[in-house]
Structures are given as C-alpha cells and as structure tokens.
C-alpha cells in the first residue's frame, strides 16, 4: 500500500502520536525512544552522538511544547509530509514541524522529522 492513498484522517491517527512522542523524547533526551518509530534508513542516518550533541545544545529541541497546530499535508511519491505549527516552553515565537512517514514491510515508519 501506499501511504498517499490514506486519508488525511487515517494519516493523522498516525502522525500525530508519532510526532507527540517526538517532542516528550526530544525534550526528554531519550535517544532510543526518540528514534523507535524510524524507518531502517532514518535509524541508520540518525547518528546516537550527534542526536545527543542536539539534545544537550540545542534550546528548541529539549523545551518543545506538547501544544501545536495541525497545518497541512503534502503527498509525493511514497510519502506524505505532514507539517505542524510548533511552539517552545522557553522560546518566543513559533516553528515549522515536518514529519515524513511512509510504509516499511507493512508499516507506517517515519522517514523524515524536523523543526525549524
């Protein structure tokens, strides 16, 4: 199956636990369930010590807030991407979230995830 054939209601039930356990293990620097719900290739390219140097340095990813607004989807290809509004508990202003899922054997995996 191909992810862009879900709807946007059967993406959400997905992403949107998937990206509320990216920001508690982001601002929880929990490396392992952090990546849990990565695809083989995200878990390959998503480098244990330079997560870590992102989690003890960067403000924005360890004091997410768990509030954020849905903003659209994108679908390409294999894979939708799916953007949110984003604040932080410590910083002003807001963020743009993309997360990237797609199918793995079976699965719905996340493929892509950032803040900026």
Known sequence: MNIIELSDEDILKVA???WDDLVKYSNNKNYGAFTRNFSHQM????NEVEIGKQFARSELTKNLSKERDFLGMIRRGEHVTVLFKQTNKKMDGEWLGRLVLGFEEDEIKIFGATIF
């Open 16 to 18: 949107n636990p998937y």
């Open 43 to 46: 878990k390959v390219a998503a």
